[in-house]
């Protein structure tokens, strides 16, 4: 009983608001907003009607459902590798920070897509150039987390460690890194919700193929439940890309219950 009026309780509104959408668009009879059944039915038609053999995939799945989720997925790594490994070097170093500050805070405050159109010419259409899009652009907020919560370090453990005479490597993977750890996790689910919308926003100028790519070609082509399928399809992705994270995160941080509850139910 408590299982399924936690259930109503989470996703009572997501369901009124389907439902009243359903209806809604069928009473407008509107060509620009299909319901959601046909757009379901789109999808399926268009990703998922594929032989057994290839899990139901059809063609266009694999040239852009995958497609999509290679570049996501290798331009976020890169960006938490760059981000985690720069933000320790700063966060470590005041003289550095206060270097590198001005530079990283003019850098942070260009908006990624404007700079689409040079990325392609520099590096002409293709993934390389997305991934270099995806990169730049997440790549701020994992970067200023990992400065921050390691600058806020318990000066008590730096001191110990001092004394100690522990080695740099071992203080700073056995003791830096696990006291920033919830304060990077925030960096990180702020990149990866902005992963995919510069995904999106590459693939619609840049690309011959992927998600962005697909909602470009099916808005000119005027086939609208399709187009819609593909938001819809961008909006699951991001909350199944989000609950996978809050599952890493919570484990990550299960041995420190008091901040795992503070970042996750912040």
Do not use: C
Request: hydrophobic share 55%.
């Amino acid at each position: 009983m408590i299982k399924m009026r936690g259930f109503l309780q989470r996703w009572v509104v997501f369901i009124g608001a389907i439902v009243a959408w359903e209806l809604l668009t069928r009473a407008a009879q509107s060509p620009f907003f299909p319901p959601p059944t046909t757009i379901v039915g789109t999808a399926a038609e268009k990703w998922f009607s594929g032989p057994a053999s290839s899990l139901f995939l059809t063609d266009e799945a694999f040239s852009d459902l995958l497609a999509s989720l290679g570049r996501i997925a290798a331009g976020w790594l890169i960006a938490v590798v760059l981000g985690v490994a720069l933000g320790t070097l700063l966060g470590r170093s005041r003289t550095a920070l206060d270097y590198f500050g001005p530079l990283m805070a003019f850098m942070r405050a260009i908006p990624p897509p404007v700079l689409v159109p040079v990325f392609l010419v520099l590096l002409g259409i293709g993934t390389q150039m997305q991934i270099t899009v995806i990169v730049f652009g997440v790549m701020w907020p994992i970067l200023l987390n990992t400065v921050d919560g390691v600058r806020s370090v318990d000066q008590v453990k730096v001191d110990t460690a001092r004394s100690f005479r522990i080695p740099r490597a071992h203080w700073i993977f056995g003791v830096v890194l696990p006291a920033a750890t919830p304060k990077i996790f925030a960096g990180l689910r702020v990149s990866l919700s902005l992963a995919l919308v510069l995904m999106v926003v590459s693939e619609l100028v840049g690309s011959t193929n992927g998600i962005g790519y697909r909602l470009m070609f099916d808005q000119r082509q005027f086939d609208f439940p399709a187009m819609w399928a593909g938001i819809v399809l961008l909006g699951i992705l991001g909350y199944l890309l989000n609950t996978l994270l809050l599952v890493v995160e919570r484990r990550a941080l299960s041995w420190q219950p008091s901040q795992a509850h503070q970042v996750v139910g912040g």
